[in-house]
């Protein structure tokens, strides 16, 4: 089994060196574009790939206002502030998830309640959120509080894990029921469809980031998309320093970022996004195979759920148990092909032991079982 494993690996990457888990490909127009900022000097905060990634991404996710920023971290930060999280309010989000899901809410100097996960999905449990709330929700005057905390529950926020979408309908509606706005992580998820449109349009704000080992890379960077205008508007005026406009004053009467995405990084971006489609239908290739291969070995290869299309972002395997997740992972990291256990719930972190949770059966299911493989688009 072991040799047949990593044979197939190297087969498929057609390399007998290290193998990495997900790596950047740069096969389109990088470095034309990044020429012409140099070029034209525009390299720094504002320039036409910035406006033009902004429109690139919009027209993508269908939404009517992009605004690129440094990294998706910060993205989700402001994201939240958008929709009313500020100082001793609360946001739902899954104990299952990459920690800047969590320290965006910290960020904001909020609270995050880790709720479970689904099986199929991976992702934040429209269930899990609904038990929590009929036992501590608490409207007053439509907004909902924790009755166990007193605190305002200002915003949900669900991930779309490694490209699989949550069950967004289902989701959307426990969140109107309870006057809670959604804001999607949708860091993972660039090309992820629900019922046939964009992971990240379905959230009163959506997030996507543009990290080195992301499905689309800008070096670092993120964007933030609504389909709230306005929203959209506060977005850009608030990560570009909240300055007022005015033609030569300098105007600040709110705290504002520097959160803008250079235009040598919107630059890599938009060479990035016109080879989407293209790195979509490569990564599906490669779950099909993944998907054959480990059906004849018994190995449950982790799939789309119904009415959704995955960008297949991070491919997994799901283990019987964690004594052959351990074993699975020390075989192939000593072959030189990289994988990967799933993340460590939230919880356990130090920083967020104290916050609030649920059992968590499905999260501590896939918590020792859950496994990355290699990759990335060939
Ligand atoms: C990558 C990622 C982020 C943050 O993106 P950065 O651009 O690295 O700041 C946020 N949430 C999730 C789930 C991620 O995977």
Known sequence: MDKDLIAFFRDRFNTNDFIPLHIPNFNGNEKKYLENC???TYVSSVGPFVDKFELLMSKITQSKKTTAVVNGTAGLQVALRLV????????????????????????????PVFLDVDIDTMGLSPKAVRSFLEEFGELREKVCYNKKTGRKI???LPMHTFGFPVH?????????????????????SLGSEYKGKST?????????????????TSGGGGAIVTNNFKLGERAKFLT???????????????????????????????AQLEQLSGFLESKRNLAK???????????????????????????????ENKKERDL???????????????????????????????????????????????????
């Open 168 to 188: 967004l309908d289902e989701l959307i509606k426990v969140c109107k029921e309870w006057g809670i706005p959604l804001v999607e992580d949708a860091a993972e």
């Open 154 to 156: 200002a915003a949900c």
């Open 200 to 216: 990240g349009s379905f959230g009163d704000v959506g997030v996507f980031s543009f990290n080195g080992n992301k499905i689309t």
């Open 240 to 270: 570009t320093t909240a300055k007022e406009p005015h033609s030569y004053e300098y105007v600040h009467n709110e705290l504002g970022y520097n959160y803008r995405m250079p235009n040598v990084n919107a630059a890599l971006a938009c």
């Open 84 to 111: 009313g999280v500020e100082e001793d309010t609360e946001v739902i989000t899954q104990a299952l998830t990459f920690v800047a899901t969590a320290n965006a809410i910290a960020y904001n100097n909020a609270y």
């Open 328 to 378: 699975f992972l020390k075989v192939t990291n000593k072959a030189l092909v990289m994988t990967r256990p799933i993340w460590q719930l939230m919880n356990r972190l130090p920083m967020y032991k104290d916050c609030q949770k649920d059992e968590q059966v499905n999260a501590l299911f896939l918590e020792e079982r859950i496994v990355n493989i290699p990759s990335s688009v060939r």
């Open 38 to 40: 140099i070029d034209s």
């Open 289 to 319: 195979e993944y998907q054959a291969f480990f059906k004849e070995k018994g190995i449950n290869f982790r799939t789309e759920t119904s009415n959704t299309k995955a960008n297949y972002w991070l491919m997994c395997i799901e283990l």
